[in-house]
């Protein structure tokens, strides 16, 4: 039974009394607890009939980890009092917000954020409304379909090993970068690190600034980012394997264009250094799953490409597939989580390491012309 219920009891109990024995002061509490029980179910109730709550949010597309202002706003509608407490549940929420009793309408700015990428469906948020005597509650859920809200992988910068190169770049980053660029696209601002061979001097000259030229990568040379998730032991591992090769593609892409094949794509999309092809290629990197039906990477359909090969593994391998090492005809990379042991890795990214592996074929070898003459063969890696 509630609150209101017993202090109706208590009320009528006093009035009782003060009748029975005349004693009038008794008359006052007993009709103002009756009174209170009875009006105070009654503005509740009539509350919760008025009341509403709408949630806004700024997008569809958010990236893990990154705050999303979202606007929560209580009306009371036509209601003539005011509001008893309110409280909002609201699924974004940490806690509970809670909001005094008054007022007519009240709008706030909560900042969230997502700490998994995927399809996340979000139940509208509910009310419960209180009277300050905390006599009285009652519950309100906002009808409605569900809000859908689509949370990306987030990437973060490689970290390459210390060791340098002749050129002065380090180890890693000569090993990710290793496509030949062939063609001048344009000039760019200077980057550290970048040879200066590929300095433009002109630039220089005439406009007091140091600029770098832009190379364009040949499609037969491009890096190629395998994603592998079968066999992730846990969530942590398949999301740190995402995060992985969402990084790699977009560092990639950026420095020429790159080729990403994921679990269930036939062939390996194309991503240019302009981008344009990003958006949707970080779509699919958000909704990647992984189950005892999830196929392997269709490496058949890679083709013949001379370009550096970033194997990202869910689960920890030591070595690369037979399937993708029969792929490889320039430089190689493993990416699993966390590290292996004794194994000193090129770089670090999003929670995984990078080990460099040992090519299947070189180019111009007689399993090249094989593949020349019958096309490559068909089938996921094993």
């Given at each position: 039974?509630?609150?209101?219920?017993w202090?109706?009891?208590?009320?009528?109990?006093?009035?009782?009394?003060?009748?029975?024995?005349?004693?009038?002061?008794?008359?006052?509490?007993?009709?103002?607890?009756?009174?209170?029980a009875?009006?105070?179910?009654?503005?509740?109730?009539?509350?919760?009939?008025?009341?509403?709550?709408?949630?806004?949010?700024?997008?569809?597309?958010?990236?893990?980890?990154?705050?999303?202002?979202?606007?929560?706003?209580?009306?009371?509608?036509?209601?003539?009092?005011?509001?008893?407490?309110?409280?909002?549940?609201?699924?974004?929420?940490?806690?509970?917000?809670?909001?005094?009793?008054?007022?007519?309408?009240?709008?706030?700015?909560?900042?969230?954020?997502?700490?998994?990428?995927?399809?996340?469906?979000?139940?509208?948020?509910?009310?419960?409304?209180?009277?300050?005597?905390?006599?009285?509650?009652?519950?309100?859920r906002?009808?409605?379909?569900?809000?859908?809200?689509?949370?990306?992988p987030?990437?973060?910068?490689?970290?390459?090993?210390?060791?340098?190169?002749?050129?002065?770049?380090?180890?890693?980053?000569?090993?990710?970068?290793?496509?030949?660029?062939?063609?001048?696209?344009?000039?760019?601002?200077?980057?550290?690190?970048?040879?200066?061979?590929?300095?433009?001097?002109?630039?220089?000259?005439?406009?007091?600034?140091?600029?770098?030229?832009?190379?364009?990568?040949?499609?037969?040379?491009?890096?190629?980012?395998v994603?592998?998730?079968?066999?992730?032991?846990?969530?942590?591992?398949?999301?740190?394997?995402?995060?992985a090769?969402?990084?790699?593609?977009?560092?990639?892409?950026?420095?020429?264009?790159?080729?990403?094949?994921?679990?269930?794509?036939?062939?390996?999309?194309?991503?240019?250094a302009?981008?344009?092809?990003?958006?949707?290629?970080?779509?699919?990197?958000?909704?990647?799953?992984?189950?005892?039906?999830?196929?392997?990477?269709a490496?058949?359909?890679?083709?013949?490409?001379?370009?550096?090969?970033?194997?990202?593994?869910?689960?920890?391998?030591?070595?690369?597939?037979?399937?993708?090492?029969?792929?490889a005809?320039?430089?190689?990379?493993?990416?699993?989580?966390?590290?292996?042991?004794?194994?000193?890795s090129?770089?670090?990214?999003?929670?995984?390491?990078?080990?460099?592996?040992?090519?299947?074929?070189?180019?111009?070898?007689?399993?090249?012309?094989?593949?020349?003459?019958?096309?490559?063969?068909?089938?996921?890696?094993?």
């Amino acid at each position: 039974m509630s609150r209101a219920f017993w202090l109706l009891l208590l009320g009528l109990a006093l009035t009782t009394i003060a009748g029975t024995f005349d004693l009038a002061p008794l008359y006052v509490p007993g009709v103002g607890f009756g009174a209170l029980a009875l009006l105070t179910p009654l503005w509740v109730e009539l509350a919760a009939r008025r009341v509403r709550v709408t949630r806004e949010l700024p997008a569809v597309r958010v990236v893990e980890q990154e705050p999303v202002e979202l606007r929560l706003r209580v009306s009371a509608g036509a209601l003539p009092l005011p509001l008893p407490a309110v409280t909002i549940e609201d699924p974004l929420l940490e806690l509970p917000l809670r909001l005094p009793a008054g007022g007519r309408s009240r709008a706030f700015t909560v900042v969230a954020r997502f700490p998994r990428r995927g399809r996340h469906r979000i139940a509208p948020p509910a009310l419960v409304l209180r009277d300050p005597f905390e006599l009285v509650r009652r519950a309100v859920r906002e009808r409605g379909e569900d809000d859908e809200l689509l949370v990306l992988p987030r990437t973060s910068a490689i970290a390459f090993a210390r060791r340098r190169e002749g050129d002065g770049r380090a180890a890693g980053a000569a090993t990710l970068l290793g496509a030949a660029a062939t063609d001048v696209d344009g000039i760019r601002r200077y980057r550290e690190g970048t040879p200066a061979g590929r300095i433009h001097w002109p630039a220089l000259a005439a406009r007091q600034e140091l600029m770098e030229r832009r190379l364009r990568v040949t499609e037969n040379v491009r890096p190629l980012v395998v994603l592998d998730v079968r066999g992730a032991p846990n969530r942590d591992a398949l999301d740190a394997a995402v995060r992985a090769a969402a990084s790699l593609t977009l560092a990639l892409a950026r420095e020429g264009g790159c080729g990403l094949l994921l679990p269930g794509e036939r062939r390996p999309s194309t991503i240019g250094a302009e981008l344009g092809a990003w958006p949707a290629a970080h779509v699919r990197l958000a909704l990647v799953e992984a189950g005892e039906s999830t196929p392997g990477p269709a490496l058949g359909g890679v083709g013949l490409r001379r370009g550096p090969l970033l194997y990202v593994s869910a689960r920890r391998l030591d070595r690369l597939p037979p399937a993708a090492q029969a792929i490889a005809r320039g430089p190689a990379s493993l990416v699993v989580p966390g590290r292996l042991q004794g194994r000193e890795s090129l770089f670090a990214v999003a929670g995984c390491h990078g080990y460099a592996q040992a090519s299947g074929r070189r180019p111009g070898s007689a399993a090249d012309a094989r593949v020349k003459a019958n096309g490559p063969s068909a089938g996921g890696a094993r």
